[in-house]
T-cell receptor, first 117, second 114 residues
Framework: GAVVSQHPSWVICKSGTSVKIECRSL??????MFWYRQFPKQSLMLMAT?????????EQGVEKDKFLINHASLTLSTLTVTSAHPEDSSFYIC?????????????FGPGTRLTVT | ELKVEQNPLFLSMQEGKNYTIYCNYS?????LYWYRQDPGKSLESLFV???NGAVKQEGRLMASLDTKARLSTLHITAAVHDLSATYFC??????????????WGAGTKLIIKP
């Protein structure tokens, strides 16, 4: 099956610093990738949809200047959390979409746990 | 606006028992996805249900889709401890010119006791 990797798997950073998370589709090309955040014991919250070669589409309430998304190639999307604050601490998951047998399927990265101190 | 509701949100059951998780959604969709999430881990795709009446089975899990009732079920047969996880259903949504996205249920946390 399709494999999506994320790096790093966990990161601790100080308040005010920036953190970059990478998402790669390892054995397929993905024109569309999604970035989610998940708080403990909650469902996934879509942050933005990332299309290769174009600007990301952010969901309402997500600050695009704070969460910078770049989808430079068909196998790599990055999420940069700028000037991180403790409230940005969360589990961030990327997903890549690919056309399956008869429908789109989404494959998920292993997630990145961000802790801002 | 599409809404997806799962119930129950929490389920504790004994090994060997059967149970069903329900997923209702509010607008027309011809497909539905089920995912599993283990604690601290990401999501694993379980089933992609593509049409009305679709039924898929994998081991002790069986999923079905009734698009007319806007209902999907995930049935667990003779539960074993390894099935303990959180299960999410998700429905695709493409509102107007907006990007396609998945709308997620709240998740059902399943605990199976020996």
């Amino acid at each position: 099956g399709a494999v999506v990797s994320q790096h790093p798997s966990w990161v601790i950073c100080k308040s005010g610093t920036s953190v970059k998370i990478e998402c790669r589709s390892l054995d397929f090309q993905a024109t569309t990738m999604f970035w989610y955040r998940q708080f403990p014991k909650q469902s996934l919250m879509l942050m933005a949809t990332s299309n290769e070669g174009s600007k990301a589409t952010y969901e309402q309430g997500v600050e695009k200047d704070k969460f910078l998304i770049n989808h430079a190639s068909l196998t790599l999307s990055t999420l940069t959390v700028t000037s991180a604050h403790p409230e940005d601490s969360s589990f961030y998951i990327c997903s890549a979409r690919v056309w399956g047998v008869r429908a789109y399927e989404q494959y998920f990265g292993p997630g990145t746990r961000l802790t801002v101190t | 606006e599409l809404k997806v509701e799962q119930n129950p949100l929490f389920l504790s059951m004994q090994e060997g028992k059967n149970y069903t998780i329900y997923c209702n959604y509010s607008t027309t969709s011809d497909r539905l996805y089920w995912y599993r999430q283990d604690p601290g881990k990401s999501l694993e795709s379980l089933f992609v249900l593509l049409s009305n009446g679709a039924v898929k089975q994998e081991g002790r899990l069986m999923a079905s889709l009734d698009t007319k009732a806007r209902l999907s079920t995930l049935h667990i047969t003779a539960a074993v401890h390894d099935l303990s996880a959180t299960y999410f259903c998700a429905v695709p949504y493409s509102p107007g010119d907006s990007n396609y996205q998945l709308i997620w249920g709240a998740g059902t946390k399943l605990i199976i006791k020996p």
